[in-house]
């Protein structure tokens, strides 16, 4: 049973910094090795969007346009992670912060809901002006 579990929300100033975690876990059969990830948003009455998604091998990454060029994802294998970091954050950026993990094969797909066949529950940035 695959579960995933985000972290590192919060309130914070526009033009501050955050960085959000989200923890993979999985019995013997799921290894976060070989699990593509990717960060959606939802801000309140919108529907969930796409933030940025990385290969599971790190070396591909997609970006959404909401955040792009004030966002960075990450991953460390050895430490079933990734992290997405957002500098100059705006009032905008208000959304509760969703990871997902997909295990088809990485391509442009990974900026859609479709590969994504595990979520975690989400954890709210607000950004106050």
């Known amino acids: 049973q695959v579960r995933l579990v985000e972290s590192g929300g919060g309130l914070v100033q526009a033009g501050g910094s955050l960085r959000l975690s989200c923890v993979f876990s999985?019995?013997?059969?799921?290894?976060?090795?070989?699990?593509?990830m990717g960060w959606f948003r939802q801000a309140p009455g919108k529907e969930r969007e796409f933030v940025t998604s990385?290969?599971?091998?790190?070396?591909?990454?997609y970006f959404g346009d909401s955040l792009k060029g004030r966002l960075a994802i990450s991953r460390d294998n050895d430490k079933n992670t990734v992290w997405l970091q957002m500098n100059s954050l705006k009032p905008e950026d208000t959304a509760v912060y969703y990871c997902?993990?997909?295990?088809?094969?990485?391509?442009?797909?990974?900026?859609?809901?479709?590969?994504?066949?595990?979520w975690g529950q989400g954890t709210q940035v607000t950004v106050s002006s």
């Open positions: 990385i290969r599971w091998s790190g070396d591909t990454t």
């Open positions: 999985g019995d013997s059969y799921d290894s976060f090795t070989g699990v593509n």
């Open positions: 997902a993990a997909g295990t088809i094969y990485y391509g442009p797909t990974y900026r859609t809901e479709f590969p994504y066949r595990y």
